[in-house]
């Protein structure tokens, strides 16, 4: 991308932030495109970078510049040089002058923008620096101070959209990152901000500044842990409650399949026999109980099931020594024995107790239907307060949805109080692939400059760079016979448009007809109006006309909309496909259970209604699938949008192609002759970084991975079935049993910062080994929370200096504890 440099001023008025001003002033030490080194007074910046003819053109403005000149204040340099080559081309007298604005124009509309600013009309200051920009769109310096107005309006949304632009153009723009950083704290995105500040560090690590700022950053978090009364001992959310326990599409066949294999596997009775009463046989029969159960309590369980045995033959048709009898067969492990003593107890005389013990039965024989209607009858029977009843039923459903995908992995997925998670089957040692993950759904990530995408294709994800983008500009600067080996060697990447839109692009025929029928035919920008209008707003970083025609930010979301409407067209096409199988004529509850099925694993937490703050676009939704052809609709309410809306932000993970065109032209570039000196010419031009096409998408297996500040996992772009996915990769040798985390955030922040952020983030207290590990202050000890009483800090931790000891003793034991483990493993700044 083409940079411009113009000089700019930052006023000393620290630590706040202030308006950019126009060319002149203090320069810092860098070179001039003509490679003069850059002068260090005003006087010599004037003659040697600029000539004396360009004095003229500053007249208006230098007392201004010299005056922060004077002052002795620090400036960074932005788009002098572009200034210079304007001032150059229109002094020479037989050059016509190019189209836009002149210099002498750009500087009174910059003049008069910061004079705005200053006295406060931010509406006629921004207008200004949009005129500017519309002659100059790729110069950061419109769009920074045009930002800094928006900032002082309060309209943070615009800010952060022109400070994203702007650090595309600039990366090194430290006042566009502060700006952001600010913009994005306003917003309650504490991550953004972060990242933002981040960026402007990378640059200027000595900025006071973004110290500051940063202060404040952790400030406003740390404020919002305090109001909460610090970490409590809740959860966000309850895991057990917030996953349902209603039945699959088809489990009532499943059941009555499962019932009959257990009637004829072993032998199930389905009447108890009913000897006359006997009143001295019952009584007997209620010794031996007592002494059955005397020896259950005392764990002594083959006797207790002798005891028990002898006061079933006694009373065979009571239910509670039946009930009795099948709890000490299950714990002598007895299973089948168990499940048929509960089984002869009638439907409507079990108690909760014996649902919950025959669930555990059945889940542990293989029959995971049976064993959640016992278990879903147990927790109704105790009024939904029977949590252990409810956590056994959220394994078995795990268990059941999860073990066929893990069959071939070294892993399996169980679910605690805290939800799902991923364990290891085997030692895993460092390096090794986990396992690997397809997207149920994907899109592209919606990009500021949808010019500056990649094209890639719709259906694989697969990259269709071509030579033209990756080499840009150079390309024409190669010898005719570099340009010939380029064009022969590089794969063809020709795009195979859709037929009916020739929007959507595709890398083979093949992967275009299986969109369509997979969900292409019903979101086609050719379809109707409002899949037009979806595909304009996703183009448009989810800008676009409201009802009364003003162009807003119509979504909100990071991801773009294209990926619901992918979800809701699988949907109704699996629906639809079921219905023509079935031969019916219009899908039934259970075609619509079955098509949903595939994204019912997905969690959708989230803190209020969405709907209204989309509107527009959930309208376009609406419209979209009113009319599914074939006389078939779906029905998108607030509920169903919001729900659809939480699982995608919940579970989207970014990805790309593993394998892209560049990468297959240096696979074919080493089969020519190293010594040809055309691949020589070509081994610097392909050090510059590959440009990707980036996806986003959810994933079944990998939406398990759960968070740690000490991850042992990370995860990587693959190839799986025939797409692009995701791989999972040991970050270091894993145990036997241990689970599998991935990472959140960056976890260098400082304890108390990440762990707030995370509870506002994520909904969940870290109670990580790093985080159990390393201390807040260092007033603090770290190990037995004792305070300072002199006002001393105690002493750190030599080597990670995020942890504080009152004594050695504390500090030893810290250290046996974990401390030393999690004091050498470096943080991560990415998940």
Same mark, same amino acid.
């Given at each position: 991308?083409?940079?411009?440099?113009?000089?700019?001023?930052?006023?000393?008025?620290?630590?706040?932030?202030?308006?950019?001003?126009?060319?002149?002033?203090?320069?810092?030490?860098?070179?001039?495109?003509?490679?003069?080194?850059?002068?260090?007074?005003?006087?010599?910046?004037?003659?040697?970078?600029?000539?004396?003819?360009?004095?003229?053109?500053?007249?208006?403005?230098?007392?201004?510049?010299?005056?922060?000149?004077?002052?002795?204040?620090?400036?960074?340099?932005?788009?002098?040089?572009?200034?210079?080559?304007?001032?150059?081309?229109?002094?020479?007298?037989?050059?016509?002058?190019?189209?836009?604005?002149?210099?002498?124009?750009?500087?009174?509309?910059?003049?008069?923008?910061?004079?705005?600013?200053?006295?406060?009309?931010?509406?006629?200051?921004?207008?200004?620096?949009?005129?500017?920009?519309?002659?100059?769109?790729?110069?950061?310096?419109?769009?920074?101070?045009?930002?800094?107005?928006?900032?002082?309006?309060?309209?943070?949304?615009?800010?952060?959209?022109?400070?994203?632009?702007?650090?595309?153009?600039?990366?090194?723009?430290?006042?566009?990152?502060?700006?952001?950083?600010?913009?994005?704290?306003?917003?309650?995105?504490?991550?953004?901000? %972060?990242?933002?500040?981040?960026?402007?560090?990378?640059?200027?690590?000595?900025?006071?500044?973004?110290?500051?700022?940063?202060?404040?950053?952790?400030?406003?978090?740390?404020?919002?842990?305090?109001?909460? @009364?610090?970490?409590?001992?809740?959860?966000?959310?309850?895991?057990?409650?917030?996953?349902?326990?209603?039945?699959?599409?088809?489990?009532?066949?499943?059941?009555?399949?499962?019932?009959?294999?257990?009637?004829?596997?072993?032998?199930?009775?389905?009447?108890?026999?009913?000897?006359?009463?006997?009143?001295?046989?019952?009584?007997?029969?209620?010794?031996?109980?007592?002494?059955? #159960?005397?020896?259950?309590?005392?764990?002594?369980?083959?006797?207790?099931?002798?005891?028990?045995?002898?006061?079933?033959?006694?009373?065979?048709?009571?239910?509670?020594?039946?009930?009795?009898?099948?709890?000490?067969?299950?714990?002598?492990?007895?299973?089948?024995?168990?499940?048929?003593?509960?089984?002869?107890?009638?439907?409507?005389?079990?108690?909760?107790?014996?649902?919950?013990?025959?669930?555990?039965?059945?889940?542990?024989?293989?029959?995971?239907?049976?064993?959640?209607?016992?278990?879903?009858?147990?927790?109704?029977?105790?009024?939904?307060?029977?949590?252990?009843?409810?956590?056994?039923?959220?394994?078995?459903?795990?268990?059941?949805?999860?073990?066929?995908?893990?069959?071939?992995?070294?892993?399996?997925?169980?679910?605690?109080? %805290? @939800?799902? @998670?991923? %364990?290891?089957?085997?030692?895993?040692?460092?390096?090794?692939?986990?396992?690997?993950?397809?997207?149920?759904?994907?899109?592209?990530?919606?990009?500021?400059?949808?010019?500056?995408?990649?094209?890639?294709?719709?259906?694989?994800?697969?990259?269709?760079?071509?030579?033209?983008?990756?080499?840009?500009?150079?390309?024409?600067?190669?010898?005719?016979?570099?340009?010939?080996?380029?064009?022969?060697?590089?794969?063809?990447?020709?795009?195979?448009?859709?037929?009916?839109?020739?929007?959507?692009?595709?890398?083979?025929?093949?992967?275009?007809?299986?969109?369509?029928?997979?969900?292409?035919?019903?979101?086609?920008?050719?379809?109707?109006?409002?899949?037009?209008?979806?595909?304009?707003?996703?183009?448009?970083?989810?800008?676009? %006309?409201?009802?009364?025609?003003?162009?807003?930010?119509?979504?909100?979301?990071?991801?773009?909309?294209?990926?619901?409407?992918?979800?809701?067209?699988?949907?109704?096409?699996?629906?639809?496909?079921?219905?023509?199988?079935?031969?019916?004529?219009?899908?039934?509850?259970?075609?619509?259970?079955?098509?949903?099925?595939?994204?019912?694993?997905?969690?959708?937490?989230?803190?209020?209604?969405?709907?209204?703050?989309?509107?527009?676009?959930?309208?376009?939704?609406?419209?979209?699938?009113?009319?599914?052809?074939?006389?078939?609709?779906?029905?998108?309410?607030?509920?169903?949008?919001?729900?659809?809306?939480?699982?995608?932000?919940?579970?989207?993970?970014?990805?790309?192609?593993?394998?892209?065109?560049?990468?297959?032209?240096?696979?074919?570039?080493?089969?020519?002759?190293?010594?040809?000196?055309?691949?020589?010419?070509?081994?610097?031009?392909?050090?510059?970084?590959?440009?990707?096409?980036?996806?986003?998408?959810?994933?079944?297996?990998?939406?398990?991975?759960? #968070?740690?500040?000490?991850?042992?996992?990370?995860?990587?772009?693959?190839?799986?079935?025939?797409?692009?996915?995701?791989?999972?990769?040991?970050?270091?040798?894993?145990?036997?049993?241990?689970?599998?985390?991935?990472?959140?955030?960056?976890?260098?922040?400082?304890?108390?910062?990440?762990?707030?952020?995370?509870?506002?983030?994520?909904?969940?207290?870290?109670?990580?080994?790093?985080?159990?590990?390393?201390?807040?202050?260092?007033?603090?000890?770290?190990?037995?929370?004792?305070?300072?009483?002199?006002?001393?800090?105690?002493?750190?931790?030599?080597?990670?200096?995020?942890?504080?000891?009152?004594?050695?003793?504390?500090?030893?034991?810290?250290?046996?504890?974990?401390?030393?483990?999690?004091?050498?493993?470096?943080?991560?700044?990415?998940?």
């Amino acid at each position: 991308m083409r940079a411009y440099h113009y000089i700019t001023l930052v006023r000393d008025e620290s630590p706040s932030l202030h308006h950019t001003a126009p060319p002149a002033a203090r320069v810092s030490p860098i070179r001039a495109p003509f490679s003069a080194p850059v002068p260090t007074t005003f006087s010599r910046l004037i003659s040697d970078v600029f000539d004396i003819g360009f004095l003229s053109i500053l007249s208006n403005t230098t007392s201004h510049f010299y005056r922060g000149f004077r002052n002795g204040q620090q400036t960074s340099v932005q788009c002098y040089s572009n200034l210079y080559r304007r001032s150059a081309r229109e002094q020479e007298p037989h050059t016509p002058r190019s189209p836009g604005v002149s210099t002498m124009k750009v500087l009174d509309l910059s003049t008069a923008a910061l004079r705005d600013y200053e006295m406060g009309n931010y509406d006629s200051a921004i207008q200004l620096y949009t005129s500017l920009m519309e002659d100059e769109p790729e110069c950061s310096y419109h769009l920074v101070n045009r930002a800094k107005c928006y900032l002082q309006q309060a309209n943070y949304t615009k800010v952060v959209e022109d400070i994203k632009t702007a650090l595309d153009i600039d990366p090194k723009n430290v006042e566009g990152a502060i700006t952001g950083g600010r913009a994005s704290t306003k917003l309650g995105k504490y991550e953004d901000a %972060y990242h933002f500040y981040k960026a402007g560090l990378d640059t200027d690590p000595k900025s006071v500044v973004i110290t500051e700022d940063l202060k404040k950053l952790q400030q406003v978090i740390l404020d919002d842990y305090d109001k909460m @009364g610090g970490e409590s001992d809740e959860q966000g959310y309850d895991a057990v409650n917030f996953c349902g326990q209603d039945s699959y599409p088809g489990d009532d066949v499943l059941l009555r399949k499962e019932y009959e294999s257990l009637e004829r596997k072993y032998d199930m009775e389905k009447d108890i026999p009913a000897p006359p009463p006997d009143s001295l046989r019952s009584e007997k029969a209620g010794r031996i109980a007592v002494e059955a #159960h005397r020896a259950m309590m005392a764990g002594k369980f083959p006797e207790a099931l002798q005891f028990f045995t002898l006061a079933v033959e006694l009373e065979p048709a009571n239910k509670v020594l039946r009930r009795l009898r099948a709890e000490v067969r299950f714990l002598n492990e007895d299973l089948v024995g168990a499940i048929q003593d509960l089984w002869l107890i009638p439907k409507g005389e079990r108690t909760a107790d014996s649902w919950k013990l025959g669930g555990k039965v059945l889940g542990q024989i293989g029959y995971p239907i049976a064993a959640e209607f016992w278990l879903r009858k147990a927790y109704t029977l105790s009024e939904k307060k029977d949590q252990e009843a409810a956590i056994i039923f959220q394994k078995v459903r795990t268990s059941r949805i999860y073990s066929p995908m893990t069959t071939d992995f070294p892993v399996t997925v169980d679910f605690s109080g %805290y @939800g799902r @998670g991923i %364990y290891a089957k085997r030692d895993i040692p460092e390096g090794e692939v986990i396992f690997e993950d397809s997207p149920a759904v994907f899109g592209r990530v919606m990009e500021k400059d949808v010019e500056e995408m990649i094209p890639a294709c719709d259906y694989c994800s697969q990259s269709l760079l071509t030579a033209r983008r990756y080499f840009g500009a150079k390309l024409d600067t190669f010898d005719t016979s570099v340009q010939e080996l380029i064009e022969r060697q590089w794969p063809d990447v020709t795009p195979v448009m859709c037929d009916k839109c020739n929007i959507v692009t595709f890398c083979t025929d093949t992967c275009k007809e299986r969109a369509w029928e997979e969900y292409h035919q019903l979101i086609c920008p050719a379809r109707c109006a409002a899949t037009k209008t979806l595909y304009e707003v996703a183009d448009n970083y989810g800008y676009g %006309y409201n009802e009364k025609g003003e162009k807003v930010n119509l979504w909100l979301a990071s991801f773009s909309p294209i990926i619901l409407a992918r979800m809701w067209a699988q949907i109704v096409t699996e629906a639809k496909r079921l219905v023509k199988k079935d031969g019916c004529t219009q899908p039934t509850i259970e075609h619509w259970a079955k098509a949903k099925a595939p994204f019912r694993k997905f969690i959708a937490f989230g803190a209020g209604d969405v709907s209204s703050k989309m509107s527009t676009v959930l309208q376009l939704f609406r419209d979209i699938f009113s009319d599914c052809g074939d006389g078939v609709k779906y029905e998108i309410t607030d509920g169903e949008f919001t729900g659809r809306y939480y699982q995608a932000s919940c579970n989207l993970q970014s990805f790309s192609f593993p394998v892209t065109p560049y990468h297959q032209f240096i696979n074919r570039l080493s089969k020519v002759d190293v010594q040809d000196m055309r691949v020589l010419a070509l081994l610097k031009p392909l050090e510059a970084k590959t440009p990707t096409a980036n996806f986003c998408g959810i994933f079944s297996l990998h939406a398990c991975l759960n #968070h740690s500040c000490i991850n042992n996992v990370e995860v990587c772009d693959g190839y799986v079935n025939d797409r692009g996915g995701v791989i999972v990769r040991a970050k270091r040798d894993i145990t036997k049993g241990e689970e599998l985390y991935t990472t959140y955030i960056d976890t260098s922040m400082p304890r108390k910062l990440r762990r707030a952020w995370l509870y506002k983030s994520f909904n969940f207290w870290c109670h990580c080994p790093r985080c159990v590990h390393e201390g807040d202050d260092p007033y603090v000890c770290t190990t037995c929370h004792k305070k300072s009483t002199d006002g001393e800090a105690f002493r750190g931790c030599g080597n990670c200096k995020k942890a504080w000891y009152c004594t050695v003793e504390c500090q030893r034991k810290s250290w046996n504890q974990g401390h030393k483990e999690v004091c050498q493993i470096k943080h991560s700044d990415t998940s």
